[in-house]
């Protein structure tokens, strides 16, 4: 029972560079969830999805991009990554709005350098 | 433009009741009062959620107030695992996002 799983959980980068972060599911939860998590900002939501082909955008999307072509998957990618996008990463899975638990990842910790 | 107020941190003896406070007095009636924690270098955890009455799990104890401006959560018997930031979020039940402030960051003394 894998659950919600995040790879890599490191990675190390340079600035310019495209990164793509992967988060994979095995519940088939509607809902996936990408945040980021910086000291002294608490978590804060980048991207969510509520279905397959539909994305739509948190409160800091600017600089990534997201795509979910499947329910399990939820990839995030950083096309130029920017020292500024240096954060631990965290996706989130849940059934459906009615629902009241969203279920978190291991997390990735990013470093642009 | 955060809904929730939290201290900062909080210390609280092992064994003892933890009391963790939120304030959310701009609060709509059709929200609901979630609180997550989120152990070091983990992702967060649901711990409970309640409108207006008070709710009890196997987790916490949530105390709304009447007029539903402020709760309080509580870990009954505080041991060292409940080390923990602990987030304060009011959203409507039917909403698809969870907005996270900084939250409490509590620390249970041995």
């Known amino acids: 029972d894998a659950g919600i799983t995040q790879s890599p959980r490191y990675k190390i980068t340079e600035t310019g560079r495209q990164v793509t972060l992967m988060c994979h599911q095995t519940?088939?939860?509607?809902?996936m969830f990408w945040y980021r998590q910086d000291l002294g900002h608490g978590l804060r939501l980048i991207y969510y999805?509520?279905?397959?082909?539909?994305?739509d955008k948190g409160e800091v999307p600017d600089g990534y991009v997201v795509s979910r072509s499947k329910t399990e998957n939820f990839p995030l990618t950083l096309e130029s990554a920017t020292r500024s996008q240096t954060s631990v990463y965290f996706c989130?899975?849940?059934?459906?709005?009615?629902?009241?638990?969203?279920?978190f990842g291991p997390g990735t910790r990013l470093t642009v350098l | 433009d955060a809904k929730t107020t939290q201290p900062t941190s909080m210390d609280c003896a092992e064994g003892r009741a933890a009391n963790l406070p939120c304030n959310h007095s701009?609060?709509?009636?059709?929200?609901?009062v979630y609180w997550y924690r989120q152990i070091h270098s983990q992702g967060p955890q649901y711990i409970i959620h309640?409108?207006?009455n008070n709710e009890t799990n196997e987790m916490a104890s949530l105390i709304i107030t009447e007029d539903r401006k402020s709760s309080t959560l509580i870990l009954p018997h505080a041991t060292l695992r409940d080390t923990a930031v602990y987030y304060c979020?009011?959203?409507?039940?039917?909403?698809?996002?969870?907005?996270f402030g900084k939250g409490t960051r509590l620390h249970i003394l041995p």
């Open positions: 989130a899975s849940t059934p459906g709005v009615s629902y009241n638990e969203q279920f």
């Open positions: 309640g409108l207006k």
């Open positions: 979020i009011v959203r409507p039940n039917r909403d698809d996002k969870i907005i």
């Open positions: 519940w088939s939860h509607s809902y």
């Open positions: 999805s509520a279905a397959a082909d539909i994305t």
């Open positions: 701009t609060i709509s009636g059709n929200e609901y």
